[in-house]
Nanobody, 125 residues
């Protein structure tokens, strides 16, 4: 299983940006997927995650109401739509996948099976 994150860039505070995770596997719907981020000097933390079915999602408190995670099981992609971006959202964003039950929703980076390389999101004030 290979994951490739894309779509990062430089934006201003208040702008929107979408990052996408392409997952190379024939069994994409066997995996829950999460987005994580790591700011300079900080640990990598979960941002949002989505279950295999797409019917269950999780958001860390700081992004609730601003970010939306979605998946397309036909295209093997998971998107993270980020609105009302803030300078504190600046980080390298990673996607990761884990096998699990149909309704399982990851809430930490622990136990994620596969990781992609990150994409940098920079929000200027």
């Amino acid at each position: 299983v290979q994951l490739q994150a894309s779509g990062g860039g430089l934006v201003q505070a208040g702008d929107s940006l979408s990052v996408s995770c392409a997952v190379s596997t024939r069994t994409f719907n066997m995996y829950a997927v999460g987005w994580f981020r790591q700011a300079p000097g900080k640990e990598r933390d979960i941002v949002a995650s989505i279950s295999r079915s797409g019917g269950g999602t999780y958001y860390t408190d700081s992004v609730k109401g601003r970010f939306t995670i979605s998946r397309d099981n036909g295209k093997n992609t998971v998107n993270l739509q980020m609105n009302s971006l803030k300078p504190e959202d600046t980080a390298v964003y990673y996607c990761a996948a884990v096998s699990g039950t149909w309704s399982y929703i990851p809430r930490t980076s622990d136990g994620m099976d596969y990781w992609g390389k990150g994409t940098l999101v920079t929000v200027s004030s």
